[in-house]
């Protein structure tokens, strides 16, 4: 349920002489607006100096023609922001900037680093303080500082260290830099423009640009683009891939390709799965959770051979805002989101498709309303497994204990949310729909089998607890106490 689930982050990367390159890499991130909402920021550069500009805030919010005037150069990168290690606050907002031996340069990350606590006191034994909590800025730190003759030997000491999941766009004064762990748990691919170059999260950043599509960025890959031209290296060895799975289900723009395939039509095939695994035979009508499940919805439908409708109508601009409402409408929850269509759903019976059930705050005010607007029954259906466990990788599940789905059975689930059924897709059906090898995805949010070892329980917040004083003992010893629950 979208409330509960929110992206990691989005980053762009441009190479373009002659171009504005803070405006190609503004519209890049518009495109991008569904992977982060916290915080926005695009850095320049002009073969001698790097330009920053970082705020709080949508991507519109940020930026104006007076800043875009402000950030020349020939490479770009952008980034949009939403927390998974650091807090929501300006001096986390990304790209960061940091010097060292190998010189200056800015970073932004999409993923999560396991072990950035560690790394961060293997950075401050050598000398070098980080001024945030954010694992973005360990890795930035590294790369500045990282031994060796040329890019290759430098990024394969940091690539080596790195436990986690990364997709990097990275900026010097005269070359862009465009990385993915060698898992490839998040999504980057790369673009031609013109006479130069472009890569992002999603393909559909390309589409808004006039940029062709090339490929997708594999795992483990660094590419390298400077005035000389675009080289590509893989500075580690290869390891199996774990492609995040929710980028299928959630995460990825409809009008984005993954592995080859539109993420439409997967969507869709994931919802007609869902119709075989569970029907609903005397059903009238399937409606979606608007926007995320839309697709899902309409293959159930044509896979059940009932209409698809829309019963519920969503404020496209809640949560768009910096202005708080007041308890009376606070009080009214779900409807400043979702407002139900009355004469469609009333006296029916109706098969409501969504994406993801989290923490299943959401889902029995959404229920409530369908049956306050008059529907006679209303059989939950869910496009993806029961989320059980945690992501280490840059998703905001919270931990164990908040997860419905880890506390209580489906049958559970189903009396809670007030649903008349409920039928989840199954871990078969999602990854026979996706066409994968098992062993190509991560699946441990469904599974609790993470493709790389992972501490029980993660803080988002720990490493800014430890810059704060609250925590003075090393992060080997913090990760110990994530293990015994004590914290």
């Not at 607006?33 to 550069?45: F, K, L, M, P, V």
């Not at 949508?58 to 020939?74: H, I, R, T």
């Not at 869902?274 to 896979?303: C, R």
């Not at 779900?334 to 923490?359: A, E, Q, T």
């Amino acid at each position: 349920m979208l409330p509960s689930l929110h992206e990691a982050c989005g980053v762009f990367g441009v190479y373009a002489p002659g171009e504005e390159v803070a405006r190609i890499t503004f519209f890049g991130l518009y495109a991008l607006q569904h992977r982060g909402q916290e915080s926005a920021g695009i850095a320049t550069a002009n073969s001698r100096t790097l330009y920053l500009k970082t705020g709080m805030g949508l991507v519109s919010q940020v930026f104006d023609e007076d800043d875009l005037g402000y950030l020349p150069g020939k490479f770009a990168i952008g980034h949009t922001r939403y927390s998974t290690t650091g807090s929501s606050r300006l001096d986390n907002a990304q790209p960061f900037r940091v010097s060292g031996p190998n010189g200056e340069l800015a970073l932004g990350h999409n993923g999560n680093i396991v072990n950035a606590e560690v790394l961060r006191d293997e950075l401050a034994r050598d000398g070098i303080d980080c001024a945030t909590g954010t694992d973005s800025e360990v890795i930035a730190l590294l790369l500045a500082n990282a031994p060796g003759l040329d890019w290759k030997e430098r990024w394969a000491h940091v690539m080596r260290k790195l436990n986690g999941a990364y997709s990097l766009a990275v900026i010097t004064p005269d070359a862009l830099m465009m990385a993915r762990d060698p898992m490839g748990n998040r999504p980057l691919c790369l673009g031609k423009l013109d006479g130069g170059w472009v890569a992002a999260s999603e393909s559909c950043a390309f589409d808004h640009l006039g940029a062709t599509f090339i490929r997708e960025i594999e795992p483990g890959e660094v590419i390298y683009i400077d005035a000389e031209g675009l080289q590509s290296f893989k500075p580690v060895e290869e390891q199996p891939t774990a492609f995040c799975a929710f980028e299928y289900i959630y995460f990825a723009r409809l009008d984005s390709v993954l592995d080859g395939k539109l993420l439409y039509s997967v969507r869709m095939n994931l919802g007609r799965e869902l119709a075989k695994e569970h029907p609903a035979p005397d059903a009238d009508l399937v409606i979606d959770v608007p926007d995320s499940a839309t697709a899902a919805a309409i293959g159930y439908a044509q896979a059940a051979g009932l209409p698809f409708v829309q019963g519920l109508v969503k404020n496209r601009y809640v949560g768009r805002t910096f202005i708080q409402p007041d308890q009376r409408l606070r009080e009214q929850g779900v409807h400043l989101k979702y407002n139900p269509l009355r004469d469609v759903l009333d006296g029916k019976k109706v098969v409501v498709v969504d994406d993801s059930i989290v923490r299943g705050t959401t889902t029995p005010r959404v229920i409530q309303m369908l049956r306050k607007a008059g529907a006679r029954e209303v059989h939950m259906r869910v496009a993806s497994p029961p989320i059980r466990h945690p992501c280490f990788y840059g998703i905001d599940f919270g931990t164990r204990w908040e997860l419905i789905a880890a506390q209580r059975t489906v049958e559970e689930i189903r009396e809670y949310i007030g649903a008349d059924t409920l039928g989840y897709l199954s871990r078969e059906g999602l990854v026979n729909t996706l066409a994968s090898s098992k062993d190509g995805l991560c699946l441990a949010c469904f599974t609790g089998e993470y493709p790389r070892p992972v501490p029980l329980q993660m803080d988002k917040l720990a490493m800014e607890a430890r810059e704060g004083g609250e925590l003075d003992r090393p992060a080997s010893e913090y990760v110990l106490s994530l293990r015994r629950g004590h914290r």
